[in-house]
Every structure is written in structure tokens, then in C-alpha cells.
């Protein structure tokens, strides 16, 4: 697909700095249409060593590894009650991180629901919220 080559061949930032590039390549595409292929290919935000942050692939093989990225990115922020848990990422990175929550099927996991930048986690009756970002951090 044409978005995978391009996050691979250019550091993307902003959804904009893909609808050009793409455009550029001679797909027409508009902001509306990249976002919702974004949240369709699981695209996460990785930290730049330059500092920013740019689109990526979510790798399913590696979900426990990309799940402890974007759980110890500077701007991840927790709040726990009981046996729940709300993230707070970087926007783009709520779908990757409920896919790999998912993926990794912990067991004290209910169940989780996510958008573009939050997730909330339902865990099991009896398990602890700040337990659990303890184990998957």
C-alpha cells in the first residue's frame, strides 16, 4: 500500500505531511481519507530521536515491545479506579494500543475500548488498575 511505503521512505509527523506526499506520488487523496486509513493499518506515533514524533507500523510479532513504548512515551498519562484504567497517548496511538493489549490477551484483561488518543481498559473483577500498569510497563 502506498501509505506503508511512504512512512517507510519519509519521516511522517502529521496526517497533512501525508496527504502531500501521497499527492505527490499521484494518489489524490484527502485528509479525511488518510485519517481513517491511519486507524484502519493500526499507524502508532514513535518518538524521533530528533526529538517529535513520527507515524509507524504497528507490528503485530513485537505487540509486547510496542506496547511498553507507548506506555513509557513522556506524554502517556494513567488514571486508575478500581479495576479501571484510562491512557491517555499520543494522538494516533489509542487503536495500536488497544490492538496490542489485545494481542498480547492478558488475562486479567475484560476488555478495552479505544480512539484516537485514549484507551480504557476494563479489567476483571478483583485485579487492580495500578497493578496492572505496573505488569505491562
Known sequence: MAIKQVIADQDIQRQEDLVAALNERGWQVTQATVSRDIAELQLIKVPQATGGFK??????????????VILNEDDTIYTTQDN??????????????????????????????????TVLVILKQGVNGVDFIEKAR
Do not use: H, R, W
Open 55 to 68: 507515524y509507524a507500523l504497528f507490528d503485530d510479532n513485537n505487540s509486547l515491545n510496542q506496547l511498553k
Open 84 to 117: 479501571l484504567v484510562y491512557i491517555k497517548v499520543t494522538p494516533g496511538s489509542g487503536p495500536a494500543l488497544k490492538s496490542a493489549i489485545e494481542l498480547i490477551d492478558f488475562p486479567e484483561v475484560f476488555g478495552a475500548i479505544s480512539d484516537d488518543d
